[in-house]
Structure formats: structure tokens, C-alpha cells
């Protein structure tokens, strides 16, 4: 799997949209690019993913450049509950979903 | 409600002691994983069982075992043979093949050992 860089840090301002930046400038054409949160103390949770169209759901969108190196995981209004930390991940689409590498993360703080 | 239930949330354990952590999904998912995740850190793989009666060895397997005697347990020991043992441990799950499966996890099991 492709190795992926984030900020290790970001705040944002309630009610405000929160942009949160991934590098994967070594993705493959079958990888795709998940996102995950974790909030402290809980386990992970998974957010979206995508391939190269941008996408999104009722939690976030997902915005994946044309050249597929970078993304940007949108939360639209974040609110306090949105505090926690951020993960990336690219993998090969059929793969154990669960073998993927969780690195360090972005920790998102929303203040009030 | 469908999911996967880790228990307990938080053990404590004697150095030396051998303890084993509890993992349990109705999803009907083949696949389930165990991670380690120290403070201020990412997860760590430990082992990985993709079915029945088979399971792999992870990023940092020494020190753990594992058994997958049914496809909706998937309990992990910490042996005394684990030098620090004491760190928050998550199980997953997840369909294995096909297109676009994500990963389940449990709330985790933060284990200290004294």
C-alpha cells in the first residue's frame, strides 16, 4: 500500500468547514484513498473512501486532485463531536480492509 | 444491532501474567485483526486471521497469539513474553475480496499491566 502524509495537527472554528490535507504522491491506479477517524479513547471509524471521482456522504466529502497524489477530506460544518484524530489510508481495492497502515494522523481540534 | 464488541474496556494485569482479550462480531465477516496503539501513536498490526482455523502474523506479532476456532471470535493473549505489554489494543473486522470493504473496529481494550 501506498505510504501517505498528513499534517499532524489542524484546528478549526465551529460551525466553520474543516479541510483536512493528505499526500499520496506514490498511489497506484488501484488504490484507493480511505479516510478514517478516531475519537479519543474509542476505535476508529471509517468516513469515505474513493478512487478518483470526488465524493460524499452524510459525514464528509472527499476531494481527490486529478493526479490522484493528494486529497482533501471536507467536514462541511464541524462541530465539537468532530475533535479527534484523522486518518488517511491508501489500499488496493479487494484487499483486507483491515491491514491497512494507520499512521500518525491529523488530530483536528474544534473550537468553540 | 450488528457489530463488534471487545471486552473488557479496561484490564489490569500482574507483570508476568499471561491475560487474553475478548473479540466478538455478528457482522459475518471472514476477516478480523487485532491492533496495538500506543500513546500518541497509530495502530500497529499484531496478527490478522482472514478465516477459519488460519491466521497471520502482523507488524509485531512477538509476544502475542491468537486462535480463530470460529469465524466470529478472535481472541487475543498478551504473553508474558511481551515486553511492554501495557497499551490500548483494537480488534476489527472487515469482508474480505470484493470492492470497497472498510475496516469495522471495536471500542478497544486498554490493558495495564503492573
Known amino acids: 500500500d501506498a505510504k501517505t502524509t498528513q499534517p499532524p495537527s489542524m484546528d478549526c472554528a465551529e460551525g466553520r468547514a474543516a479541510n483536512l490535507p493528505c499526500n499520496h504522491s506514490?498511489?497506484?491506479?488501484?488504490?484507493?484513498v480511505y479516510w478514517y477517524r478516531q475519537i479519543h479513547s474509542q476505535g476508529p471509524q471509517y468516513i469515505i473512501h474513493?478512487?478518483?471521482n470526488n465524493e460524499t456522504n452524510e459525514m464528509a466529502s472527499l476531494i481527490i486532485t486529478e493526479d490522484r497524489k493528494s486529497s482533501t477530506l471536507i467536514l462541511p460544518h464541524a462541530t465539537l463531536r468532530d475533535t479527534a484524530v484523522y486518518y488517511c489510508i491508501v489500499r488496493v481495492a479487494g484487499t483486507n480492509a483491515g491491514k491497512s497502515t494507520f499512521g500518525d494522523g491529523t488530530t483536528l481540534t474544534v473550537k468553540p | 444491532d450488528g457489530g463488534i464488541t471487545q471486552s473488557p474496556k479496561y484490564l489490569f494485569r500482574k507483570e508476568g501474567q499471561n491475560v487474553t482479550l475478548s473479540c466478538e462480531q455478528n457482522l459475518n465477516h471472514d476477516a478480523m485483526y487485532w491492533y496495538r496503539q500506543d500513546p500518541g501513536q497509530g495502530l500497529r498490526l499484531i496478527y490478522y486471521?482472514?478465516?477459519?482455523?488460519?491466521?497471520q502474523k502482523g507488524d509485531i506479532a512477538e509476544g502475542y497469539s491468537v486462535s480463530r476456532e470460529k469465524k466470529e471470535s478472535f481472541p487475543l493473549t498478551v504473553t508474558s513474553a511481551q515486553k511492554n505489554p501495557t497499551a490500548f489494543y483494537l480488534c476489527?473486522?472487515?469482508?474480505?475480496?470484493?470492492?470497497?470493504?472498510?475496516?469495522?473496529f471495536g471500542q478497544g481494550t486498554r490493558l495495564t499491566v503492573v
Open positions: 474513493g478512487l478518483k
Open positions: 476489527a473486522s472487515s469482508l474480505t475480496g470484493g470492492m470497497n470493504t472498510e475496516a469495522f
Open positions: 486471521s482472514q478465516i477459519v482455523n488460519d491466521f
Open positions: 506514490t498511489i497506484s491506479g488501484n488504490e484507493y
